[in-house]
Nanobody
Framework: QVQLVESGGGSVQAGGSLRLSCKAS???????MAWFREVPGQDRKGVAG???????TYADSVKGRFTLSRDNAQNTLYLTMNTLKPDDNAWYYC???????????????WGLGTQVTVSS
């Protein structure tokens, strides 16, 4: 059974930083993983994804500010977010799939999310 548990969300002022974690169980390094975010009333959007070979893709809106990393030994995915903006306010969700699905929200497994609030 696959389980993804996000943590690390919180409130921060604009310009600040946060690091999100996604602890996975029931998968191994052959799975691809990704972070998505969702604002109530809007579509869920891809933030960054990593395939089983370690190739990383970022959404244009976060390039240069966010860094995706993965610790296969700990089965954990991280998203380091720097220079946060009010536009980054959202619920952030971790996703996993045996196949890399890009930044479209068509991944098989999802966590319950963690909230990020950025104040101006």
């Amino acid at each position: 059974q696959v389980q993804l548990v996000e943590s690390g969300g919180g409130s921060v002022q604009a310009g600040g930083s946060l690091r999100l974690s996604c602890k996975a169980s029931g998968i191994d390094s052959s799975y691809s993983m990704a972070w998505f975010r969702e604002v109530p009333g809007q579509d869920r959007k891809g933030v960054a994804g990593i395939n089983s070979l370690g190739t990383i893709t970022y959404a244009d809106s976060v390039k240069g500010r966010f860094t995706l990393s993965r610790d296969n030994a700990q089965n954990t995915l991280y998203l380091t977010m720097n220079t946060l903006k009010p536009d980054d306010n959202a619920w952030y969700y971790c996703a996993a799939d045996l196949y890399y699905r890009g930044l479209a929200p068509s991944w098989q497994y999802w966590g319950l999310g963690t909230q990020v609030t950025v104040s101006s």
